[in-house]
């Protein structure tokens, strides 16, 4: 059983050395641990610093790609190099090492394909206020979303089976964490969370650079992959809110037309058939996506066919 341990980097020259020393030499279960750096376009000395404590597989991004480009770039070579479980934690040291023995855990036991580290949110002393309860609406909207159980969907300590690496496909280019978690439902995947620590904080955030632009980031993420993977229920909830409104009004006009009184009341007629009219057609977009969306599917089956194919080459 083989485990590569893939660390993004950006510029990470004094917090690497400190992640890296904290990784654990083995873990029951495991026989083979590796680490991969996915060097995303650092322009220091990460990748020495990483070569100087024995790291031996690298990604090379060329330039700053994003997070999550990053990822994806590692599930990819992690793959090739013949993982059975990938765990993505961060550079800045921000997850406690020990923990991912728990996080492989349940994956080791067949229990689960993607494990999520949840981490004590109410308890980390550097995040503000707002950012907690951010935190916590953000991870509750997505189990509405996702129908998942999920109780931190912005941590990126996560493990994840070959089975379940070879499924993930990122669209978004800000970060993976949301897309991941709709995918495993969508995809039958068994996600699970597990408790994790957090170490001090050693740097600030490179990817939340302002709280309004997360939330709006990963809003329109939430959104998107809702539209992709649930589209059906999607658009039939958008067609609810013109049909209902427009059934109301047209029974409006009814109880007026009986009372005598229809004649002051046409602008509710044509109001109540021109929503009518839209929710019909947003109906109709519903189905058809629900259609294009078992296309995708289809799709996405022959390609994790010919991934798996590709893979056997090397």
Known sequence: MKLIIQIPCYNEESALPITLE?????????????VLIIND???????????????????????????????VSGI????????DI????????????????????PILNKEADIVIGSRPVSQIKHFSLMKKFLQKAGSMVMRLISSTSVEDAPSGFRAFSRNAALQLNIFDNYTYTLETIIQAKAKGLQLVCVPVNVNGDLRKSKLVK?????????????????IIYRPFRFFSILASLFFIPGIF?????????????????????????????????IGVIAVLSELFSINRKILEDIQNRLKVQGLKKF
């Open 86 to 105: 990938i765990v993505n934690t961060d550079a800045d040291n921000q997850y406690c090492a020990d923990n991912i023995k728990d996080l492989v855990k």
């Open 249 to 281: 009004l047209g029974l409006r006009f009814v109880w007026y037309y009986f009372s005598g009184q229809g004649g002051g009341h046409v602008q509710s007629l044509i109001l109540s058939a021109i929503l009518i009219i839209i929710s019909v057609q």
């Open 76 to 83: 990819k070579k992690s793959l090739e190099l013949g993982a």
């Open 41 to 71: 376009g650092s322009t220091d000395r990460t990748v020495e610093i990483a070569k100087q404590y024995g790291v031996k597989h690298f990604v090379d991004m060329g330039h700053n790609c994003g997070l999550a480009k990053a990822f």
């Open 210 to 226: 302002n709280m309004f632009d997360y939330c709006l980031r990963s809003t329109f993420t939430m959104v998107r992959m809702f």
């Open 22 to 34: 904290a990784l654990p030499k083995s873990i029951e279960g495991i026989d083979e641990i590796e």
